[in-house]
Every structure is written in structure tokens, then in C-alpha cells.
């Protein structure tokens, strides 16, 4: 069965250092996204992309980048991991040809101590 | 951007009783969904609803786009349904990129 998959789903790190959070689907969808939940926020935009080579901005995507060299994968890298940054990270994929539905991974916990 | 609100804020329910939930949205959209947020925190897609009435077994959600509102209900619930629910918007219809409310926190008591 197609699915969307995170790795790793639990990660300690320390203020400063470079981190990467994975994101790997196998819809074959082209567009997908990575929200952050955080208490009383709901999810927020973190950045997205539409095709393979193309990267956009969300609403919180300062510290934060995307790269997308292939239609499965889009890591999500925290350049300099601050404790603000502590949050659950979801990745998500849609397909316009088949309508915009969202289907989101199972998350992936972030601590910044 | 776009405002969502959700209400109530939290929902206490005993089991088998009925539920509806509110979503309201401040301009016109070509896209809304509703999920649930397990006490796991998986989120599972409940409806891709922009307009109109879907039904799902004890779950059936209704989308009136011009009024700006969508309403999902629960019908005799149950202990698993508790968890949040989460209704989640976008304008243009291309590509979404969801707004999401803050959720409703629902609670079932056996």
C-alpha cells in the first residue's frame, strides 16, 4: 500500500547543532509539505513543494530549509536547532491531478535541550 | 490570511451520545478537511469536504461554502473517538496549503 513515512519519530538534540528530519512517500504525489504542531497553535505551514526543484516559504519557516531532488523525498533541515524549534513535525503529500486531499505522516516528536 | 475557527474548544461526551462540531472560516475556499488527531497523534483523514454532505458510518460532515461554516457529526459515540479534531481550509484549491483551526478536544466517558 502507498504511504507516507517519517524518520526518526522521536529525536533529542542540542541547541546549535544541524539536524534533519525525513520525509519519504510512495503515492507518487507531487506536491508535499512539512507543518509543526505546537500547544495552542494548531499546525502551522513550515515550507512546501510542488515538483521536484521547486521550494516555497510557509508561515514559519524561518530556521528552517527543504530541498526536493526526487518526487519522494523532502528532508527537512534545521540549520542551527534552537529550543523554539522543540514541536511534533508532520509531513504531508496532496496530488492535484486527483483533487487536493492531504495526507499526512505519523509525525516525528523534536526536542531541543 | 484566512481565519478558522473552531467550537467548541473542548467536548465532553458520554458514550453513545451525538455530537456536532463547528467549523467556521472567514473567506471563500476551495478546500476543507477534517481529521482526527488520535490520542497517538496520528492524524487520520475523516472528510475532503469543500461543499455539500459526506456521510462515514457514524461520521457524516456538511460544507455550506457560501455560509463560510462546515459542521462535522458524530453520531453515538464512541471511547475511540476521543482525541481532536482538526478542521483545515485553503482558498485557492491549487496545490493546498491548509490553515488549520486549533481543534476541538473531545473526550468520550465510557
Known amino acids: 500500500d502507498a504511504e507516507i513515512t517519517q524518520s526518526p519519530r522521536h529525536k533529542i538534540t542540542e541547541t546549535g547543532r544541524q539536524v534533519t528530519l525525513a520525509c519519504h512517500q510512495t503515492?507518487?504525489?507531487?506536491?508535499m509539505f512539512w507543518y509543526r504542531q505546537d500547544l495552542g497553535h494548531g499546525l502551522r505551514l513550515i515550507h512546501y513543494?510542488?515538483?521536484?526543484?521547486?521550494?516555497n516559504k510557509g508561515e514559519v519557516s524561518d530556521g528552517y530549509s527543504v530541498s526536493r531532488s526526487n518526487t519522494e523525498d523532502l528532508p527537512l533541515t534545521l540549520e542551527s536547532a534552537a529550543s523554539s524549534q522543540t514541536s511534533v513535525y508532520f509531513c504531508a503529500s496532496s496530488d492535484s491531478r486527483g483533487g487536493y486531499e492531504q495526507y499526512f505522516g505519523p509525525g516525528t516528536r523534536l526536542t531541543v535541550t | 490570511g484566512i481565519q478558522v475557527e473552531q467550537s467548541p474548544p473542548d467536548l465532553i461526551l458520554q458514550e453513545g451520545a451525538n455530537s456536532t462540531l463547528r467549523c467556521n472560516f472567514s473567506?471563500?475556499?476551495?478546500?476543507l478537511q477534517w481529521f482526527h488527531q488520535n490520542p497517538w497523534g496520528q492524524l487520520i483523514n475523516l472528510f475532503y469536504?469543500?461543499?455539500g454532505t459526506k456521510q462515514n458510518g457514524r461520521l457524516s460532515a456538511t460544507t455550506v461554502a457560501t455560509e463560510r461554516y462546515s459542521l462535522l457529526y458524530i453520531s453515538s459515540s464512541q471511547t475511540t473517538d476521543s482525541g481532536v479534531y482538526f478542521c483545515a481550509v485553503d482558498r485557492t484549491g491549487a496545490n493546498s496549503k491548509l490553515t488549520f483551526g486549533k481543534g476541538i478536544t473531545l473526550s468520550v466517558r465510557p
Open positions: 473567506d471563500s475556499v476551495n478546500n
Open positions: 503515492w507518487n504525489h507531487n506536491n
Open positions: 513543494s510542488y515538483g521536484v526543484q521547486d521550494t
Open positions: 469536504i469543500p461543499s
